[in-house]
């Protein structure tokens, strides 16, 4: 039963939630190593041995919100609040266009006042002067409608909103009565309605999660339309509630790993012509390949950090975050070093922009 159900996701049928939850519990490791390579090979077949690289700046870690796994929630006294100077931040985004990648993500604690919005809209014309102009990604939090307009007109042409759980009963119990399922799913319709390439993602090994909830998640990721998706293993945070309740047990964090490959392989195969991003969590639980066994499940972004290394011990979602005190230039000749190892190799000097982005513009007449 199984493998005829990877057929026919590698064949691109549709699949229901329940044959998608049966693809993220593999019988054994054989099967589990048939789904990678499947995986992999439709993201060889659609953008090649090519990975793209978008330069990261966590120019913030000031939030309003207090979301029970996060390092930087609000409530977090032992953190070290910051803003970035505008300098600090175009130099990031200057760093990222010389290195040769392709875009720069600007990520922050989420704000909706005022203020931020006129900072945002004033970094992303500041980049925009820069003789190299990279495609620029905000991860921002919830806006309004009229902020993501502001930003898009101002140069931001991709988002990532992260939903965490889109089953109602999970969410809720990681997140404030305040911060609701339903708002989050607004903020990416706005999204999608300002013209932003829209992402989302969700973490993976949460208490109480089911193999059918993130099925779920996958569904929604389809249903949602989106065009890029990040996501990646659950990872205690010592100062906040949820790392309190429920320490790791030996094996848990890497058993978080291998289901989170599992998810980038048949959000692949689901999903198909989307960036899927190998993202840094991965290398926190594997310091050693966790991001490259992201990309040979079927990822096909990574975001090496550009950031001041002097703000990345205040940026911290989880515990163990990776590259803390490695400068840029250092991150950016391992990275080519790993890519190389596993037959891939970075795009440079171009956006990466996904075929879905494309394709869901052109069925909607844009």
């Given at each position: 039963?199984?493998?005829?159900?990877?057929?026919?996701?590698?064949?691109?049928?549709?699949?229901?939630?329940?044959?998608?939850?049966?693809?993220?519990?593999?019988?054994?490791?054989?099967?589990?190593?048939?789904?990678?390579?499947?995986?992999?090979?439709?993201?060889?077949?659609?953008?090649?041995?090519?990975?793209?690289?978008?330069?990261?700046?966590?120019?913030?870690?000031?939030?309003?919100?207090?979301?029970?796994?996060?390092?930087?929630?609000?409530?977090?006294?032992?953190?070290?609040?910051?803003?970035?100077?505008?300098?600090?931040?175009?130099?990031?985004a200057a760093l990222a266009g010389e290195f040769g990648y392709g875009s720069v993500v600007l990520q922050s604690g989420e704000r909706s006042d005022a203020a931020f919005a006129d900072l945002v809209e004033e970094i992303l014309f500041r980049i925009g002067e820069l003789p190299y102009k990279p495609g620029i990604t905000l991860s921002c939090g919830e806006q309004s409608l009229a902020t993501y307009l502001r930003w898009r007109k101002a140069?931001?042409?991709?988002?990532?909103?992260?939903?965490?759980?889109?089953s109602e009963s999970i969410y809720r119990a990681i997140h404030p009565a305040e911060t609701t399922l339903a708002a989050r799913k607004a903020a990416l319709e706005r999204l999608k309605e300002a013209g932003y390439q829209?992402?989302?993602?969700?973490?993976?090994?949460?208490?109480?999660?089911?193999?059918?909830?993130?099925?779920?998640?996958?569904?929604?990721?389809?249903?949602?339309?989106?065009?890029?998706?990040?996501m990646g293993p659950f990872i205690p945070q010592a100062d906040t509630p949820l790392g309190k309740s429920g320490p790791d047990l030996p094996g848990m964090a890497e058993q978080r790993l291998k289901l989170s490959l599992r998810m980038i392989a048949v959000t692949r195969l689901v999903l198909r012509d989307v960036n899927i991003a190998a993202t840094t969590a991965l290398q926190a639980i594997d310091p050693v390949s966790g991001r490259?066994?992201?990309?040979?499940?079927?990822a096909n972004v990574i975001m090496p950090n550009v950031g001041d290394t002097a703000f990345r011990k205040d940026y911290q979602l989880y515990n163990g975050k990776p590259a803390l005190d490695e400068n840029a230039e250092?991150?950016?000749?391992?990275?080519?070093?790993?890519?190389?190892?596993?037959?891939?190799?970075?795009?440079?000097?171009?956006?990466?922009?996904?075929?879905?982005?494309?394709?869901?513009?052109?069925?909607?007449?844009?």
């Amino acid at each position: 039963m199984y493998r005829e159900i990877l057929k026919k996701a590698v064949d691109g049928a549709f699949l229901d939630k329940t044959e998608i939850a049966v693809l993220l519990a593999p019988p054994d490791e054989a099967a589990e190593g048939e789904l990678f390579q499947a995986a992999q090979g439709l993201k060889r077949e659609l953008f090649g041995n090519l990975v793209n690289l978008r330069g990261l700046v966590e120019f913030s870690n000031i939030c309003t919100r207090d979301c029970l796994y996060c390092g930087i929630r609000k409530s977090n006294s032992k953190v070290t609040r910051y803003v970035m100077s505008m300098d600090e931040i175009v130099h990031g985004a200057a760093l990222a266009g010389e290195f040769g990648y392709g875009s720069v993500v600007l990520q922050s604690g989420e704000r909706s006042d005022a203020a931020f919005a006129d900072l945002v809209e004033e970094i992303l014309f500041r980049i925009g002067e820069l003789p190299y102009k990279p495609g620029i990604t905000l991860s921002c939090g919830e806006q309004s409608l009229a902020t993501y307009l502001r930003w898009r007109k101002a140069g931001a042409k991709r988002y990532l909103l992260r939903i965490e759980s889109s089953s109602e009963s999970i969410y809720r119990a990681i997140h404030p009565a305040e911060t609701t399922l339903a708002a989050r799913k607004a903020a990416l319709e706005r999204l999608k309605e300002a013209g932003y390439q829209t992402g989302s993602g969700v973490m993976i090994g949460l208490p109480g999660q089911s193999t059918a909830d993130l099925a779920g998640d996958i569904d929604f990721f389809r249903t949602m339309d989106l065009d890029m998706i990040g996501m990646g293993p659950f990872i205690p945070q010592a100062d906040t509630p949820l790392g309190k309740s429920g320490p790791d047990l030996p094996g848990m964090a890497e058993q978080r790993l291998k289901l989170s490959l599992r998810m980038i392989a048949v959000t692949r195969l689901v999903l198909r012509d989307v960036n899927i991003a190998a993202t840094t969590a991965l290398q926190a639980i594997d310091p050693v390949s966790g991001r490259e066994r992201g990309i040979c499940a079927g990822a096909n972004v990574i975001m090496p950090n550009v950031g001041d290394t002097a703000f990345r011990k205040d940026y911290q979602l989880y515990n163990g975050k990776p590259a803390l005190d490695e400068n840029a230039e250092s991150i950016r000749t391992q990275l080519i070093g790993s890519l190389a190892a596993i037959g891939e190799v970075p795009r440079f000097h171009e956006d990466g922009d996904p075929p879905h982005y494309f394709r869901r513009m052109a069925n909607a007449g844009i």
